[in-house]
Nanobody, 115 residues
């Protein structure tokens, strides 16, 4: 249902832009989010966006990450600036919140921040 792309390896202070492609024609009706899961940690919501474009961010990424959506293209983006080693994780997109047992998770995209 959702396919993430755009991850990679960058040095601290660098930038990456993640993209998520959604299948189906109902994307514009979904509140969406970007999530991440670091090794040994639970998956967490880092940024959310409503159907009307209101955004919210985890404190850890506020001011550095920007979430956006294009309902015509059914895509969700995450611009990540001033990356830190603690941003290293697999990043996923999904509805916000995802419906357990219905909304599956994609493979995600790996982001590694290291010098």
């Amino acid at each position: 249902q959702f396919v993430e792309s755009g991850g990679g390896s960058v040095q601290p202070g660098g930038s990456l832009r993640l993209s998520c492609a959604a299948s189906g024609s109902l994307f514009r009706f979904y509140e969406m989010g970007w999530y991440r899961q670091a090794p040994g940690k639970q998956r967490e919501l880092v940024a959310g966006i409503t159907t009307g474009g209101r955004t919210n961010y985890a404190d850890s990424v506020k001011g550095r990450f920007t979430i956006s959506r294009d309902n015509a293209k059914a895509t969700l983006d995450l611009q990540m600036n001033s990356l830190k080693p603690e941003d290293t994780a697999v990043y996923y997109c999904n509805k916000n919140p995802p419906l357990a047992g219905f909304d599956s998770w994609g493979q995600g995209t790996q982001v590694t921040v290291s010098s």
